[in-house]
């Protein structure tokens, strides 16, 4: 059976997000390598720091890349040989770590940089607001009146639009309006996937040519570009995307589509959060899926990964 592995993005980031994996002996080099790039050990970091500096973007995206690696380490000895695996915005940088295509250490360090190049391209008070219940023509309305756009699209009318703070603001009031089921901002403070952050993609496409890429992926493994859900077969035109991606909309939707039609059979997101689960609970309700989050421990989450593996 084919498994098909869930890196999130950033927005849920949390004080218990390494409950799981924070003692795993697998994952103890990577949150070594992450307290260099915070300052601070990760398990430490979300403890003791506020809400506001761990969504900051730059440590927001190494905590959740952090987090889809330790998972990751943890399960390795579970993970089937037969694979799917697909990242949300960040998530998809992590998604090319949890393949083997960068090394593990090698993927904090893009997130990092990734993090730094989309800071410096922003401008203040840029960000992401949530959208459900419109349909797709009314959103790109919406988007073409207040100079936003369409950042990620999901699956059930559900849309993260990406701008300035004046856009987002009137968009949100004019949506709930037109009787949105939810209008929401999130806690990111940059607008990812929209044109805002061109430069962030072309300085990110520079730094990827300076990493080793083991290429191509493990037999039986298949990982998605996010912007068209199409497999990653060249690893030049894989690269162009996963740079682009930054500043191109996410075609989430078709990425969990692509999932499906590739033969998955079960779903696991590898946290923090549920979101992703989620999103895929509801459009295939008869397919098993979990978050990491939902299991009380690894053995747990190691458990079910080898039951539904193996039928």
């Given at each position: 059976m084919t498994i098909a592995i869930l890196c999130p993005g950033q927005g849920w980031q949390n004080p218990d997000m390494f409950a799981l994996t924070g003692e795993t002996p697998e994952a103890s080099s990577l949150f070594e390598h992450a307290a260099k790039l915070l300052g601070k050990d990760p398990r430490d970091f979300v403890r003791s720091e506020t809400s506001e500096a761990v969504h900051r973007n730059r440590t927001?995206?190494?905590?959740?890349?952090?987090?889809?690696?330790?998972?990751?380490a943890a399960l390795k000895e579970t993970?089937?040989?037969?694979?799917?695996?697909?990242?949300?915005?960040?998530?998809?940088?992590?998604?090319?770590?949890?393949?083997?295509?960068?090394?593990?250490?090698?993927?904090?360090?893009?997130?990092?940089?990734r993090a730094e190049a989309m800071d410096a391209a922003s401008l203040p008070g840029d960000g992401l607001l949530f959208i459900r219940g419109l349909s797709r023509d009314d959103v790109d309305r919406l988007c073409k009146r207040y100079?936003?756009?369409?950042?990620?699209?999901?699956?059930?009318?559900?849309?993260?639009?990406?701008?300035?703070?004046?856009?987002?603001?009137?968009?949100?009031?004019?949506?709930?309006?037109?009787?949105?089921?939810?209008?929401?901002?999130?806690?990111?403070?940059v607008a990812s996937h929209t044109r805002r952050l061109v430069a962030a993609s072309a300085a990110f496409r520079e730094r990827l040519r300076l990493t080793s890429v083991t290429f191509p992926p493990a037999a039986g493994t298949r990982l998605l570009s996010g912007i068209d859900g199409a497999p990653v077969i060249r690893v030049d035109a894989g690269l162009d995307k996963l740079a682009a991606q930054i500043s191109q909309t996410v075609q989430w939707a078709g990425c969990l589509q692509a999932c499906m039609e590739a033969g998955a059979t079960a779903f696991l997101e590898l946290g923090p959060g549920h979101a992703l689960s989620e999103m895929v609970a509801s459009a295939w309700r008869d397919v098993p899926t979990r978050s990491l989050d939902d299991f009380r421990s690894i053995q747990g989450a190691r458990s079910w990964l080898a039951r539904h593996a193996s039928l």
């Amino acid at each position: 059976m084919t498994i098909a592995i869930l890196c999130p993005g950033q927005g849920w980031q949390n004080p218990d997000m390494f409950a799981l994996t924070g003692e795993t002996p697998e994952a103890s080099s990577l949150f070594e390598h992450a307290a260099k790039l915070l300052g601070k050990d990760p398990r430490d970091f979300v403890r003791s720091e506020t809400s506001e500096a761990v969504h900051r973007n730059r440590t927001g995206q190494i905590l959740c890349t952090v987090q889809a690696l330790a998972a990751a380490a943890a399960l390795k000895e579970t993970i089937p040989d037969r694979i799917i695996v697909a990242g949300y915005s960040v998530g998809e940088v992590a998604a090319w770590g949890v393949t083997g295509l960068f090394g593990m250490t090698d993927t904090l360090d893009l997130v990092a940089r990734r993090a730094e190049a989309m800071d410096a391209a922003s401008l203040p008070g840029d960000g992401l607001l949530f959208i459900r219940g419109l349909s797709r023509d009314d959103v790109d309305r919406l988007c073409k009146r207040y100079e936003a756009a369409v950042a990620i699209v999901n699956p059930g009318d559900a849309f993260v639009l990406g701008g300035g703070p004046a856009a987002l603001h009137a968009i949100a009031k004019e949506a709930k309006v037109m009787n949105a089921v939810k209008v929401i901002d999130l806690p990111v403070e940059v607008a990812s996937h929209t044109r805002r952050l061109v430069a962030a993609s072309a300085a990110f496409r520079e730094r990827l040519r300076l990493t080793s890429v083991t290429f191509p992926p493990a037999a039986g493994t298949r990982l998605l570009s996010g912007i068209d859900g199409a497999p990653v077969i060249r690893v030049d035109a894989g690269l162009d995307k996963l740079a682009a991606q930054i500043s191109q909309t996410v075609q989430w939707a078709g990425c969990l589509q692509a999932c499906m039609e590739a033969g998955a059979t079960a779903f696991l997101e590898l946290g923090p959060g549920h979101a992703l689960s989620e999103m895929v609970a509801s459009a295939w309700r008869d397919v098993p899926t979990r978050s990491l989050d939902d299991f009380r421990s690894i053995q747990g989450a190691r458990s079910w990964l080898a039951r539904h593996a193996s039928l």
